[in-house]
């Protein structure tokens, strides 16, 4: 007796497949997926250094609660379990491990972060366990060739920052260009959307560049090097704290560039508030779902009722945090995708159905903005649309842009 | 008495448990039960830099570090077999710490306790670094395979790195207990407590304090290097300053100057914030926070501290 | 670089030297009355920041606010060596250091549940043009700096020229004898412990303005800060001060002259460097034992 788990399962499977036999419909089940409970895992950074994103795993709680309050999905519960890494690699491996291996759930769900992606990248598909809706925008999550069980969910850093360099190329082609970058692999992989879509010909249009540590406490010297060396373009790859820091900076300065703020520290609550409204005047970004303190969303049905889940489930979540509607953005395509599996709730059909996504257009994307996957194209959000900051909201302005594959 | 047969009888019972350990639970608990030994084998290290010599070292996440990356490197860019990466790993760390300790030996207590938390926290940013990112892969950091048992073996990845960190930490615990008992273990003791008399007695001050750094990196590095093998993974946001932190926490809360304070130790930081996460979701290191002032309250010397303490009162009642 | 940049790194490096001045300062507060760094005093610095948030919150006027948190912030610092210290006064040095890890997780992860992590901006007292319309340095900036050498002077003069001052250097440097004296040692560490702590509410409180007031607002701060305080001489308040500025402006002129990539890292090995040339610091004390 060497393996209790593995001759339990054993056990399982072959119990599953007789009672699947007996009964008429096609109840088919994978591990984690039984007639009352679906069991989905995820590893977040409720501590460390990225804590602010434990809200992220918080209000996924809060929705399934809400989903089982009124049923379930087709009759299930779900049961999402949690698990701490604190941002930390090692930590995530291990916790994953006990999610796959002792928990036995049917899927992941927007585990967090790069690092802890990373690690884990290789382990989940040689067990071939879905690895849905990555809360990280980095490239290589949609690698169905290679790792034909991982789908990440943000809009790709990298296209992110392609899509920036192109409206500089048409609009500014003289610009000079001044890049401040957080020192890690999000903040890099920005950049490296923007030098390839500036590509060798854009190359020279970059006169400054600096990085910061999330350690720093302010960014201040950085932009006073960029300021320094004549740029009037300003690229900002920051999270939060430092983009508010950046954003008042370069106002107070008298450096006032064209500024475009990545897409993380676009919040009107989280950055533009505390930076100063009006320092914020003439920013630009890159958006795919609704800022919650937009005022033109005010009346929003979608975001009326975004509100009421906040106040009903989840009350000490924060409304002025986007990271908030973008959780409930995602556990909202995964309820989609776990109600399309019907009764086949094995890892095979959650993979299919996670990967031929038609055409979803959840209410709090952008208007004109919809998820699309297949086999081949595992990039979930390929839209975004730039937008200006008038002072008191963000005008989406131009097309709803596709960042391709 | 504690006669050494009753000592040896008891450490063959642990050995014999830990053999069988691997059979009984499942790959997961043996996975964690590989790093714990290799936590284990860390704190020793870093017990023997600050619990035996007395120098405090608040970076030796750093040491870890760099076996970490030594073993990645080794094995992804150049093939070396896992197993050749360990002595390797120790090999460079030993250096990396006895040319750390050098300078070291101007600083006294708290200043050391600065340069070495210096070293913990800018070693992320020196991994992330441009100049040698085609090595380290930068912020991406390095994904490495996992060993097979050699054929013909019928086990498990799992237990056989479990086999192979037991091995490891074995060999390492018994040079260390060799290590200290002798001549240079009562040297670095007594540079610990009395450091001029020790001077004064002829004890070469300087080179044991920087020698016993390089060792104390030796071992750290080795786990670094096993521990990377075991989580196939190495990036720079493994290895944060919260590390370094979590190895003196280690060594505190499972005994100074303490070969199995260094289990201990190794069993709280592996387990205990695994426990406060269940506790609660909300505030997870709060509770951790708690179970640490809670130790130190009941047990300031530690758990070996703790141990020592009960069996003596108990054999004192006995008598 | 320009030499008009040159000056521009080196003011804005005096002013976030400022910020790592301050907090040093509240270090070597606390070493000078217990002869152990608080590992804690960042955290216990942050969250006094967010009881004056709260106070302001409920319409409090801004400096009623400020010395009410301070206050707050001395009576919290008592309570915490009286309550959670005092158990482990007599343990080895580094079980000490445990507690104050297990105190800076503790308030961090409460502040981050209390009061959530989005950034939170917070008020200046000073106005928001700058001085005589320069270009280098804000008011808040100065008005900050101005403060951090006020309190310094008061501590200068507390320790210096008042009884209660030289009673708590004397508990802390020697207690058995300062208890042959008839000094109350344990009362003494624990008016240390709240005066560090209303200094690190000072420091916070001036602090959130320019970097935002957040649970992890001063992790970063606390290794330039003990850094700084090492740099001068962790016995010389006046030596943490400038201690501070140094390490401000260097950490600024290293990034802006050697690209930022680094400048973590090469600021540290400079600050070391100067450690082991002079092992006590600029301005510390060498202790010679007599054998």
């Not at chain 1, 740029?231 to 430092?242: L, R």
């Not at chain 2, 390492?172 to 007695?201: H, S």
């Not at chain 3, 001052?165 to 040692?185: E, F, W, Y």
């Not at chain 3, 624990?190 to 959130?208: K, R």
Request: aromatic share 10%; hydrophobic share 50%; glycine share 10%.
């Amino acid at each position: 007796m060497r393996h209790p788990i593995t001759r339990r399962s054993v056990l399982a499977a072959a119990a599953a497949l007789v009672a699947g036999r007996a009964v008429a419909q096609a109840k088919k089940y994978g591990p984690g997926a039984s007639d009352t409970e679906i069991k989905l895992g995820q590893t977040m950074p409720y501590s460390g250094p990225a804590s602010a994103y434990g809200t992220i795993g918080k209000l996924h709680t809060a929705y399934f609660k809400r989903v089982n309050d009124s049923g379930g999905i087709n009759g299930r519960k779900i049961n999402l379990i949690s698990l701490d890494d604190g941002y930390s690699p090692p930590k995530a491996v291990e916790q994953v491990r006990k999610l796959v291996e002792q928990d036995e759930v049917l899927a992941l769900f927007q585990t967090l972060g790069t690092p802890s992606n990373s690690a884990i990248h290789k382990y989940i598909n040689a067990k071939k366990v879905p690895h849905l809706f990555l809360a990280t925008g980095a490239t290589k999550w949609a690698d169905p060739k290679n790792f034909p069980w991982t789908l990440g969910f943000n809009l790709s850093y990298q296209a992110e920052g392609q899509i920036y360099a192109k409206y500089l190329l048409k609009n500014k082609p003289a610009a000079k260009i001044a890049i401040l970058y957080q020192n890690d692999d999000y903040g890099k992989d920005v950049l490296k959307g923007v030098k390839d879509g500036l590509g060798t010909a854009g190359a020279k249009l970059i006169v400054a560049e600096a990085s910061y540590e999330v350690t720093d406490a302010t960014v201040d010297s950085q932009i006073l090097t960029l300021q320094g060396s004549g740029a009037d373009t300003f690229i900002n790859i920051t999270t939060p704290k430092f983009g508010a820091q950046a954003v008042r900076k370069a106002w107070d300065t008298g450096w006032k560039p064209l500024h475009i703020i990545n897409n993380v520290s676009a919040s009107v609550g989280s950055v533009l508030v505390p930076a100063g409204l009006d320092k914020s005047v003439g920013l630009l970004t890159l958006q795919y779902y609704k800022d919650p303190n937009d005022p033109q969303w005010k009346d929003d049905p979608s975001m009326l009722e975004w509100r009421a889940f906040m106040g009903r489930y989840y009350r000490d979540g924060d409304p002025k945090d986007a990271a908030n509607l973008y959780a409930y953005l995602t556990v909202q395509t995964m309820v989609h995708v776990l109600k399309a599996c019907g009764n086949d709730l094995t890892r095979e059909n959650l993979m299919k159905q996670a990967t031929n996504i038609r055409n979803l257009k959840l209410p709090l994307l952008l208007p004109g903005m919809s998820l699309n996957t297949t086999p081949d194209d595992y990039f979930l959000v390929k839209q975004g649309q730039l937008a200006r900051f008038t002072g008191v909201q963000w005008q989406g302005f131009g097309d709803v842009l596709s960042t391709g594959g | 008495m504690n006669t050494p047969s009753r000592r040896v009888a008891g450490l063959a019972l642990l050995l014999m448990l830990a053999c069988v350990l691997p059979f009984v639970v499942s790959n997961y608990r043996v996975f964690q039960c590989t790093l714990v030994l290799v936590y284990a084998i860390a704190l020793l290290g870093l017990n023997m830099l600050t619990g035996y010599n007395g120098q405090i070292s608040l970076g030796h996440g750093a040491f870890y570090a760099i076996g970490a990356y030594v073993a990645a490197i080794l094995m992804d860019r150049f093939g070396v077999p896992y197993w050749l990466t360990l002595p390797v790993a120790g090999a460079v760390c030993a250096v990396a710490g006895f040319l750390f300790g050098l300078p070291a030996l101007r600083f006294e207590g708290l200043y050391l306790s600065l340069a070495t938390f210096a070293l913990g926290v800018a070693l992320p940013q020196i991994l992330k670094y441009k100049g040698i990112e085609h090595w380290t892969g930068g912020a991406q950091g390095i994904v490495i395979v996992k060993p097979e048992p050699p054929a013909g073996v019928p086990l498990t990845q799992d237990q056989w790195l479990y086999f192979v960190a037991l091995a490891t930490a074995v060999l390492m615990f018994a040079l260390g207990w060799n290590l200290l008992r002798g001549r240079i273990g009562r040297a670095m003791v007594a540079i610990r407590d009395q450091p001029i008399a020790a001077q004064a007695m002829g004890v070469d001050t300087s080179m044991i304090k920087a020698m016993t750094f390089g060792v104390s990196a030796m071992y750290t590095g080795v786990a670094g290097a096993l521990g990377a093998i075991a989580i196939q993974f190495v990036a720079p946001d493994s290895f944060t300053i919260f590390l370094s932190i979590s190895l003196v926490v280690g060594i505190v809360v499972g005994g100074l100057a303490s070969i199995s304070g260094a289990l201990y130790g190794a069993i709280f930081i592996q387990f205990i914030p695994n426990v406060a996460d269940e506790i609660s979701k909300a505030a997870p290191w709060a509770i951790y926070g708690v179970f640490l002032i809670g130790f130190m309250y009941v047990m300031p010397t530690g758990v070996a501290g703790f141990i020592r303490i009960a069996v003596a009162r108990w054999r004192r009642r006995r008598s | 670089m320009s030499f008009d940049l040159l000056i521009h790194q080196v003011f804005s490096g005096l002013a976030t030297g400022g910020i790592y001045a301050s907090v040093a300062l509240a270090l070597v507060m606390i070493y000078q009355a217990t002869h152990l760094v608080n590992f804690a005093q960042g955290e216990l610095a942050m969250f006094s920041t967010y009881i004056a948030w709260s106070l302001l919150q409920t319409g409090l006027p801004y400096w009623a606010a400020f010395f009410l948190t301070v206050a707050i912030a001395f009576v919290l610092g008592v309570v915490i060596e009286r309550v959670i210290v005092r158990p482990v006064e007599n343990a080895p040095i580094l079980s000490v250091v445990i507690v104050f890890i297990g105190l800076l997780v503790i308030i961090n992860s409460l502040a981050g549940w209390i009061f959530s992590y989005t950034i939170k901006p917070f008020p200046s007292p000073f106005p928001a043009q700058p001085l005589f319309g320069n270009r280098y340095v804000s008011s808040h900036e100065l008005g900050s700096i101005g403060i951090t050498l006020v309190v310094l002077a008061l501590l200068f003069v507390f320790f210096r020229f008042t009884p209660l001052g030289l009673a708590m250097r004397a508990a802390a440097q020697n207690p058995v004898s300062s208890r042959l004296v008839g000094i109350r040692v344990g009362w003494m560490l624990a008016l240390g412990w709240g005066l560090a702590g209303a200094i690190g509410a000072i420091a916070g409180i001036m602090v959130a303005p320019t970097v935002f007031l957040e649970p992890n607002m001063m992790s970063g701060i606390l290794l330039y800060a003990f850094a700084a305080a090492l740099l001068g001489g962790i016995d010389s308040p006046g030596g943490a001060v400038l201690g501070g500025f140094i390490v401000g402006v260097l950490e600024n002129v290293v990034g802006s002259l050697l690209g930022t990539e680094l400048k973590l890292t090469v600021a540290l090995v400079l600050i070391v460097g100067v450690l082991v040339v002079r092992p006590s610091g600029l301005f510390g004390r060498r202790i010679v034992t007599r054998v």
